[in-house]
């Protein structure tokens, strides 16, 4: 018998989600072929399973329009999230790839 395994969690460095439409941006690819995961919410719960839909990118070519949904409100500009990355991986540089994580979140 074929055992499934576990969608893979998705942290957060700051656990604030939106109702609705989200965006995570990750440094590399490691999320980039995956199409479900599970969140890690600020209360320490793990959610359901949520349909993932990544796009790979180089950070050099985001607009602040791409960050509209970005679930950290510190992150929905190109400036801010910069800063952020920098900030979690000394050394980022904005020539980097990174993925970026689209799910609906709803907390019922």
């Given at each position: 018998m074929h055992q499934l395994q576990n969608p893979p969690v998705l942290c957060f460095s700051t656990p604030v989600l939106n109702r609705g439409r989200?965006?995570?941006v990750r440094r590399g690819r490691k999320w980039q072929p995956v199409?479900?995961?599970r969140l890690l919410l600020a209360d320490g719960r793990v959610s359901a399973p949520v349909v993932l839909h990544t796009e790979l990118r180089?950070?050099?070519t985001l607009?602040?329009?791409d960050l509209r949904y970005e679930h950290d409100p510190a992150c929905r500009t190109v400036a801010g999230l910069l800063a952020v990355l920098q900030h979690l991986y000394p050394g980022f540089r904005t020539d980097e790839e990174i993925t970026l994580c689209h799910f609906s979140?709803?907390?019922d």
């Open positions: 989200n965006t995570s199409s479900e995961a180089l950070f050099s607009t602040d329009a979140f709803n907390d």
